[in-house]
């Protein structure tokens, strides 16, 4: 069965944190590069942060050195650490294998709320 199951986001203001989970089903997850996307009202989706089924890390210029992703093999679960928020970075987070596009299976993401 394919899954994709986001959870964690909410409202919070400038300046504070929140950590996004996602569990995958094992044929998206397993030996895959994984990533966490965003999708801001009227704009499309954006690419975030990957992360390899060793551990290395690519993030887009907007959100480095404030969010921090990772990932749990066993589990089938990756995270998305945010820090220092800023209101653009208001979106609806998904998960999904690195190289997913809008073909692709989607979950219903988490939405992210940053305002004071």
């Known amino acids: 069965q394919v899954q994709l199951v986001e959870s964690g986001g909410g409202l919070v203001q400038p300046g504070g944190s929140l950590t996004l989970s996602c569990t995958a089903s094992a044929i ?57 928020l800023k209101p653009e970075d208001t979106a609806v987070y998904y998960c999904n294998h690195a190289i997913a596009h809008s073909g692709d299976f989607w979950g219903r993401g988490t939405q992210v709320t940053v305002s004071s």
């Not at 990957?50 to 404030?66: C, E, H």
């Open 28 to 84: 998206i997850f397993d030996d895959m590069p994984m990533a966490w996307f965003r999708q801001a009202p009227g704009k499309q989706r954006d690419l975030v942060a990957t992360i390899t089924n060793i551990g290395k890390t690519t993030y887009d210029n907007s959100v480095r050195g404030r969010f921090t992703i990772s990932r749990d093999n066993a589990k089938k679960m990756v995270y998305l650490q945010m820090n220092s």
